[in-house]
């Protein structure tokens, strides 16, 4: 079976999570978050944090963002030291801040110049070395094609699609069909991107044709989902994975401990409304508790609304 994969999502994709997930059996690789390639060269405060790669450095891909080939060269040469799975180039965020530094997405208006970049990283790093894009900024399947065959020439050996168009962001259907299309244009690996919201989801686009399926907000909401699609990969469309009732309220305080313990105290607010925004959505009173947890300014407030909240009886339905 194809490759199960974590995100990398802003504020998410942390130790804690990684921790989290682990808990449930894991998955195959986690992306990190994106990590500056100019901040971690300038040695910024919070980067230690960003490079963590615990619990399982082997399966770790660090991802970095950048808008200079030289200094994303120099900083992927300095991952590339750690103990990790492989470095990840974003050529996919569509924020427009990122975009207009020439980060991300905007790597996508020029072949030439993403040709460029991955012809001065793959000489510095021995690890495996992947770029996650999206379509492009038109629906045309050439161009994807010729920009990606361009990185796959220069020594790129992963391809993660999220099919969308740049413009499009989290809007309408991912094109899942392109990604299967792409798969027989290129000679190496493809993993797909989008729309995976249940372990039924992440079952059927693994029995697709790509490499890989990269699983984002879906995982943080069911840090279990790799668990019950890997349990359920040999079961109907539509039975239950026996014997599995998930914790929800257990587990909402082993992210809080967790975020305590592996994040800086800057980071405890952010992050908890991150993934309570999403893991809140397993719960009848889901939106009245996120608004609670929204309103608190400490890491010890969000954990006594969350105690409360089961104590009031409110989790039901």
């Known amino acids: 079976m194809p490759a199960y994969y974590l995100a990398p999502m802003a504020e998410l994709s942390h130790r804690a999570l990684r921790e989290l997930i682990e808990d449930f059996g894991g998955c195959d690789e986690y992306f990190s978050e994106m990590i500056s390639a100019g901040a971690l060269l300038a040695g910024g405060p919070f980067e230690k944090w960003y490079i963590d790669?615990?619990?399982?450095?082997?399966?770790?891909?660090?991802?970095?963002?950048?808008?200079?080939?030289?200094?994303i060269a120099r900083s992927a040469a300095f991952l590339d030291k750690l103990e990790c799975a492989g470095i990840d180039i974003n050529m996919g965020c569509s924020a427009p801040l990122i975009r207009k530094t020439g980060a991300g997405a905007a790597w996508m208006a020029s072949i030439d110049k993403a040709g460029q970049l991955i012809s001065l990283v793959r000489p510095v790093v021995k690890h495996r070395l992947s770029v996650k894009l999206r379509i492009g900024f038109k629906d045309d399947f050439d161009y994807l094609v010729s920009f990606c065959r361009r990185l796959e020439e220069e020594g790129a050996e992963l391809i993660t699609l999220h099919p969308r168009l740049v413009c499009e962001k989290f809007k309408g259907l991912a094109k899942w069909e392109y990604t299967g299309l792409l798969k027989k244009e290129l000679k190496i690996k493809v993993a797909g991107n989008g729309d995976v919201s249940s372990p039924q989801d992440l079952v059927r686009r693994a029995a697709g044709s790509c490499d890989a399926v990269?699983?984002?907000?879906?995982?943080?909401?069911?840090?279990?989902?790799?668990?019950?699609?890997?349990?359920r990969e040999q079961l109907a469309e539509n039975t239950s994975v026996p014997g599995f009732v998930p914790d929800i309220?257990?587990?909402?305080?082993?992210?809080?401990?967790?975020?305590?313990?592996?994040?800086?105290p800057e980071f405890f607010i952010s992050r908890a409304r991150r993934f309570f925004s999403f893991f809140c959505d397993n719960l009848k009173w889901g939106t009245y508790l996120k608004n609670s947890l929204n309103r608190e300014d400490s890491l010890a407030g969000i954990e006594k609304v969350w105690r409360e909240f089961f104590k009031e009886g409110k989790e039901g339905g």
């Open 53 to 71: 790669s615990a619990p399982k450095p082997e399966k770790l891909v660090f991802q970095l963002v950048g808008s200079d080939p030289h200094t």
């Open 214 to 231: 990269m699983v984002g907000r879906a995982a943080v909401r069911l840090p279990w989902i790799f668990k019950l699609a890997r349990s």
């Open 249 to 264: 309220e257990g587990t909402g305080f082993r992210f809080i401990e967790l975020l305590a313990k592996h994040q800086p």
